[in-house]
């Protein structure tokens, strides 16, 4: 749209099951990145591993036409929720696996968080999952002034909370620095984050607790 709420292009992508769009960013070329899930493996999807859904990521001209796609994961469900443009001009994804093949470097148990960082041609650099022996799940990914990344999400991990929002810092290839839970007995979750003047996070999401 423009500045006065006019369409100025409009595309839709896909196959003939269903797909969802969860996260897009402007790249330096002017186009952008779209994370999502597709159920696909016909028009413009391919390469689906034939789970539930699979995490798929475009990258796309300043147009909207589609310059390249690529499909995630193994034979659970495995999402994209969120997307950043990477500190050497590629994209980091970060979602939700429930796959132990396919793609996956394995599984703690239940969903995982998981996070995937791509070069500007969709190659893998690094894939990484994180999580405890019980369901966890990522939200959102912001590029760190370190070279690495902040994930916000979910855990059902040993912190003695239904399930708390879950905060971690990665390095440049994905090494956890520190992760912090915070929730109380009913469930919560990490929905988004942005990094302040004071390089301080600021956390929203969402809680069912009391205390």
Known sequence: LDDAGQIEWEHSYGGSLAEYASGIVQNASGGYYV???????DGDVSGNHGGVYDAWVLRLDPQGNLLWQKTMGGA????FWDICESHDGGVACIGSSS???GDLPGNNGGGDMWVVDLDSSGSVLWNRNYGYISNDGGRCIKRSA??????AGSTYGPSGYETGLWMVEVDSVGNMLWEKSIGGSNTSE????IIDGNNDLVVTG???SED
Do not use: E, F, M, Q
């Not at 370190?146 to 994930?151: E, F, K, M, S």
């Open 190 to 193: 990490g929905i988004d984050l």
């Open 35 to 41: 994370s999502g899930s597709t159920k696909s493996n």
């Open 99 to 101: 796959s132990v093949d």
């Open 206 to 208: 969402w809680s069912a």
């Open 146 to 151: 370190a070279g690495g990344y902040y994930l």
């Open 76 to 79: 659970d469900r495995d999402l």
